[in-house]
């Protein structure tokens, strides 16, 4: 195995257990040493820091342990079993919810591996050629974890692999036709990890949903961004009397509308082709409550102001033309855009809509999506509920 010494000064992130090793810190020349290969990381006294998979890019080495230990088949086997373990424990796996997110990268000390479950079926998605390298232990390790409630495991990761690596989709273990039926907090949702985006679903929102259920009775709600309903479904499960979907992308309607008719609430809801931000400018109807919640505006730290004005003309839009005591769900899903920035950004639209607010509720990504005490860059999700006067 590859041995990496770092400078002088740079060993202190990861002493603190922050799971990164940018190229910067390397000493070593790194030239002859593969994308995806396993490396021990150590200090300028060659003393033991780390184990990970190395990748020729800015984050060169993502830690996959701080202890000295192998990367084998057991070493997936106890991390996955024990992340598996831990959701059935929280509960997250239950009866009426068969969607879960299984290992969610630094969170579950597993960087660059995302894996979620919809009912027996594993959707891996690698975010490092080490991982992509590591798939049958994944597999393996997924299988052990479950036993026969598994299904099949799907490989979805050439759109999170640079492009110079050549990598396939497809199943790893076992097959399962799509669109397949799942349970979100009672609700049936057809995924399709195959023509969907990311691994099929949004499963980051499941909490989210279940709070805009609490408010939807009898209302009018108009779900902005819907892709495959989520929010809309649990409006309809909760009474809400009329349900607006929409979306510019026309696959992501027609999932939506075979998630409404799977479910037999065609009569309460509309779906919407449309571009949010025209769309909201000129609101054909009163809503009762606007749900918000656009893709990441920003994936780089130099777009922030410009997603910034984006969230900040999205919401101001809203804010100005919902009923009196309408509530609007906003979200941002850009890690770059942090908890303040968001708040303020939400302030200042309703400073420029002219209308009084109040902060009902603060939300974030859910507990299969946990983050990783010594990585805060793993906190993505946040949103507010606000009533408008
Ligand atoms: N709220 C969804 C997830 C949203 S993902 C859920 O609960 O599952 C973001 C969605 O925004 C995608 O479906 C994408 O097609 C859609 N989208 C992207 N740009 C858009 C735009 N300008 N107007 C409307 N929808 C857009």
Known sequence: MHRISLHKKKTDSLLRKHPWVFSGAIYSDTSSIEDGETVTVVDHHDRFLAIGHFQHATIAVRVLSFEEREINADFFKDKIGSAVEWRKKMNLLREDNSICRLIHGE???L???????????????CHSIGMYRSLSFISEGLQAALGNELK??????????????ESQDGYVFGTCEVPHHALENGVAIAIDWINGQKTGFFIDQRENRELLG??????????TFC??????????????????SLDSSKKAIELTNANIALNNWTEQHASIVADAMEYMKALEEDYDIIVLDPPAFAKHRDKRHKAIQGYKRLNAHAIRQIKPGGLIFTFSCSQVIDK???????IAAAIEAGRNVRILEQLHQPADHPINAFHPEGEYLKGLVIAVD
């Open 340 to 346: 303040n920035i968001f708040t303020n950004t939400i």
């Open 214 to 223: 609490k408010y939807a009775k009898g209302k009018k709600v108009l779900n």
């Open 152 to 165: 099949a495991v799907y490989s979805k990761s050439s759109d999170t692999l640079p492009e110079r690596i």
């Open 227 to 244: 892709y495959s309903g989520g929010f809309s479904l649990l409006a309809l499960k909760n009474g809400a009397s009329l349900v607006h």
């Open 111 to 125: 960087p660059g591996l995302i894996v979620d479950y919809y009912n027996g079926v594993a959707v891996i998605q």
């Open 107 to 109: 969170g579950d000390s």
